[in-house]
């Protein structure tokens, strides 16, 4: 009987000592979601499109939680003396949404949709011979990603991310000659007046910013 109430006193001090603990550590926490909430925007280099002759940015905004907008415009531009000459503009729009709290940190999946509008002067082989076309080509469609963030630095994130695309392309052709060699030549994926599906592989990196 005598130990019942020193068991108690000892359950009060135990208890006592453990709810500031629980306590700071809520507060760390808060501090750490207010921290990361915090960074509501992102703006991104991709460095990607550059082998291909083009210049992307993209503009990212949260708009709740793990929810973001993605928007990604492109800037095409291409010259290779008076035969290879692309000038265009392309937009992507995604709404990304992270699969843990973190909400810009760790695995993402995203979809949206893509357009882009193109001139386009190119050469085509045609009985071993290159013969030069023109065009405009308009394209619309789709995409879906999948990705991984991670910090860098303080504010600084790394993207990393794979995808399926789809567009189809309007093309308009300067005369039937032009018509006729892309219509029976080999479009790849990566050409901007190709119809199909095709895969995206980027890198982001990005600087975060607040309200």
Request: charged content about 25%; some cysteine; hydrophobic content about 40%.
């Amino acid at each position: 009987m005598r130990l019942r109430p020193r068991i108690f006193v000892c359950f009060c001090a135990v208890l006592f000592l453990l709810l500031p603990a629980k306590a700071q550590n809520r507060v760390q926490r808060a501090r750490v979601l207010q921290g990361m909430y915090d960074e509501n925007f992102m703006l991104s280099l991709v460095p990607v499109p550059l082998a291909f002759n083009g210049f992307r940015v993209d503009f990212d905004c949260r708009l709740r939680d793990r929810l973001w907008l993605q928007l990604g415009p492109q800037y095409d531009c291409k010259r290779k003396g008076a035969e290879i000459k692309t000038d265009g503009f392309c937009l992507e729009a995604n709404l990304r949404y992270y699969v843990k709290n973190s909400s810009s940190r760790g695995f993402y999946v995203a979809s949206g949709l893509g357009v882009d509008y193109n001139r386009i002067q190119d050469l085509e082989k045609v009985d071993g011979e290159e013969v030069p076309y023109k065009l405009t080509s308009t394209r619309f469609g789709g995409q879906v990603q999948i990705g991984y963030s991670f910090g860098l630095w303080p504010r600084a994130l790394m993207d990393l991310y794979v995808g399926a695309a789809f567009r189809h392309a309007f093309n308009g052709f300067s005369d039937e000659r032009s018509r006729q060699i892309v219509e029976n030549g080999n479009l790849k994926p990566w050409q901007y007046h190709f119809s199909g599906l095709f895969m995206q592989v980027g890198v982001r990196i990005g600087m975060q910013f607040g309200r």
